[in-house]
């Protein structure tokens, strides 16, 4: 994966890089005393690894555009092809538990803010007991192990299981519209199904991709387009489960039809097996 083009240089810098950010947790675990552009108190972790992503993904030839969760305008770079939209790290919240938390990445072909059409590739890293890395491009998933070294393949052509089993929902039960509290509840009422919710979405997405199910982040009674960002979150996961064989939605088409307004837009995000997500649509309808 390395050297043959942008895109791979992007994504083995990522993966690199990523090493190094796990490492860097330690010592940063705590509350920087400043809001991201999405109105929340950043860890210091966060403020580290955006900045770390910055200086790397910006020097590399090919990419035009960096921008992150963290930062509130896009860095232009001298250079046009590519356009990278990371979430630094997801699950952020987590640190102080020291529970499970990722890495998200977008390559765009178009300027930010782009619609998900415009992903060329995407992927993530999940910080679990060891370090891996989800990665979609040209319709198809690749899983890999991340040891700081090359990253090693553990699974070709990655598709969803198609028996679900894991659901997760964000947000708290008594903010739900009554239509998705529905859902949730026909959901739940299926003696097949086992709750997982981890509090970072990356960790619980990995999960639907390995077992199948579905998770989401829906709109809130006060917040219509819930939490998640369009650009470093609900484009990426959205590209890399349609790749997987399954779809989102953000309630009534393909979170990749969304056009953004603005670069840090937020998109209720439903994403998982094709039938659960048609059944979800069914219901919100
Ligand atoms: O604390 P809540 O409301 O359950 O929210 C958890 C969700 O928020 C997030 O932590 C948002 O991501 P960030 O940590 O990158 O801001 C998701 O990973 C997770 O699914
Ligand atoms: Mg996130
Ligand atoms: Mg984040």
Known sequence: MSGTDTVDDVV???ARSAIEIRQGLVGRRGKA????PSGETQ???DIWADELLAERLTSIDGVAQYASEERSEIIDCEDEAYCVAVDPLDGSSNLKSNN????????YDEPLPAPGSALVASG????GPIT???YARDGTVTKYELTGGEPSVVEEDVTLPDDPLVYGF??????????FREFAREIESDSSNKLRYGGAMIGDVNQVLTYG????????EDSPRGKLRLQFEGNPIAYLIEAAGGRSSDGSQSILEVEPTDLHDRVPLHVGNAELIDRLEDVLE
Do not use: K
Request: charged share 15%; no cysteine; proline share 7%.
């Open 43 to 45: 860890a210091e972790a």
């Open 132 to 134: 891996t890395m989800a």
């Open 33 to 36: 005393d400043v809001e991201n």
């Open 170 to 179: 964000g947000g708290r039960v008594p903010d739900w519209p009554a239509d």
């Open 213 to 220: 199910g579905i998770f989401a982040y829906p709109a809130l």
């Open 12 to 14: 083995a810098t990522i």
């Open 124 to 127: 993530w890293i999940l910080y």
């Open 100 to 107: 499970t938390m990722g890495t998200v990445f977008g390559i």
